[in-house]
């Protein structure tokens, strides 16, 4: 509908409504909740609201920048095993993404290549968890933020905008409740674990 001003009131909720449902389902005591995904989570609200305002793109891309370091963080975490076998297929997504946007940045080069570089880290690292949920959470942000590139460099359009924003927002959600059945099968495994001792 390009309704632009809408965004103004509607973009800044997205994060707290996440934020709660993490908090709600997780069920954890708040000193519990993993810092790592909630400072993912905080900095990805921070980056939807400076990207509502002309200025704020840079800052945008340096707390969404933050964003996936703090996931990659969480993903090494709770790491399980390597998955060196994915790598050529990281580095395809990233070469090609590279090559294909390279030619329309200007200025922008660096930042951009930076940010692809973390984006398919991050990618990376949930592979290693082996959890479905994470890995399907990180390929929805890597599309999402790679066609959002594409939208402000390339070519814009409405119809790429809700890309986007469907995108991210199911990667989000799915990212959240990922951890969330993290947390819950490693609160089980600790309770579980003192009986087998006492056994």
Known sequence: MDHSSWRFFTKPLLLPIIIWFYFTYSQQNVFRINQ???????????????????????????????????????????????????????????????????????????????????????LYFSIRTYSSLLILGAVLFVISDSVLAINIFVQHSIGKELVVMITYVLAQLILVLGVVGIEKRTELFDKVKPYEKKR
């Open 36 to 122: 790592w995904f909630l400072s993912g989570l905080i900095l990805s609200f921070l980056g939807d609201v400076f990207l509502l305002f002309g200025w704020g793109f840079m800052p945008g891309l340096g707390s969404f920048l933050l964003a996936h370091i703090c996931y990659i963080a969480y993903f090494f975490k709770i790491k399980k095993k390597n998955a060196w076998s994915w790598l050529p297929f990281v580095f395809l997504y990233l070469g090609s993404f590279i090559y294909y946007i390279y030619p329309y940045l200007n200025e922008m080069k660096i930042p951009v290549v930076i940010y692809g570089i973390t984006i398919a880290t991050m």
